[in-house]
């Protein structure tokens, strides 16, 4: 389906909270007993008119805080003292697994709100790519993609500090939360037990592991997985412009986002009442 108005075709009814400069996803949740919605631009629900979310508060009949953000890490979630908050208060939450990737860390720095831009490389990382030009670098997607390219082998410390740095991440966010907490992967396929260095071009969660999830299992109620090969892909009920339908192609479709929330929900129902 396409929207010929506006680029886009959805009102996605844009509200913020508070203070806080970061724009999410309407309609606005009330101040108290609503469930946290953390994650990525599957969370936001780009293109998707009822994204997992909105059907996950349908289905428990729990009214929902959508926080997910197109293209988010976690630095967003960990940085933002009014969402942080917000996120804390909730009764319960779901954290999509977001990449690894779109974080600042000992090699390189990320835009605060905005976490797929690059901003600056750190002296760390200038000394093991003396060759590379960051100047000509603005998204983290081309920084990872530039970096294998240059050297995979040196790459591998790059991919290692930011596992690391985002295991650890991952535990102060569940460990601030006051509710209990469910993740939910969402990709072309299941969290790999290795990491191959092209995973982290062009797949997301980028860099994630299934014994980085496994390191969490003490913080959370379960790991909801949901995987849509790209074979099977669908744009059909989506809304979108011309313009993106490039971009709406490589995302994952209604169905994903309906067998999302229905899995959600037969995990959280007894923990979560009305």
């Known amino acids: 389906m396409y929207a010929t108005e506006i680029r886009g075709g959805l009102d996605y009814a844009p509200c913020r909270y508070g203070k806080s400069r970061v724009t999410c996803r309407g309609p606005k949740a009330p101040e108290t007993g609503y469930i946290a919605c953390l994650g990525g631009t599957e969370t936001f629900g780009r293109f998707v008119p009822d994204p997992w979310p909105v059907l996950l508060g349908d289905g428990l009949e729990r009214p929902i805080a959508n926080f997910g953000q197109i293209n988010a890490g976690l630095d967003l979630y960990l940085n933002d003292a009014v969402i942080a908050g917000l996120a804390a208060s909730a009764d319960a939450a779901v954290l999509q697994v977001m990449g690894a990737a779109n974080m600042s860390n000992r090699f390189y720095s ?14 760390t990382l ?6 590379v030009d960051f100047s000509q670098i603005s998204f983290v997607g081309a920084l990872i993609a ?4 240059a050297d995979a082998e040196r790459f591998g410390f790059v991919m290692h500090e930011v596992q ?14 006051s509710g209990p907490a469910w993740l939910l992967w969402m990709g072309t396929a299941p969290p790999p037990d290795a990491m191959p260095l092209d995973y982290g071009i062009g797949r997301e969660p980028a860099f994630i ?8 299992k003490r913080r959370i109620r379960g790991c909801i997985e949901v995987v849509e090969p790209s074979d099977h892909a669908s744009t059909e009920g989506m809304v979108f412009s011309e313009f993106d339908a490039v971009i709406a192609r490589q995302m994952l479709g209604v169905a994903a986002h309906e067998r999302a929330a229905d899995a ?8 979560v009442s009305q």
């Open 110 to 123: 990320v835009h605060p709100r905005r976490n797929d831009r690059f901003v600056k490389a750190s002296d």
């Open 126 to 131: 200038q000394r093991l790519y003396p060759e």
């Open 146 to 149: 530039t970096l294998i390219e």
């Open 164 to 177: 690391t740095a985002w295991v650890a991440r991952m535990k102060k966010l569940l460990d601030s939360l």
């Open 209 to 216: 592991t299934r014994d980085m999830l496994d390191a969490l």
């Open 264 to 271: 959600l929900s037969a995990a959280m129902s007894e923990t």
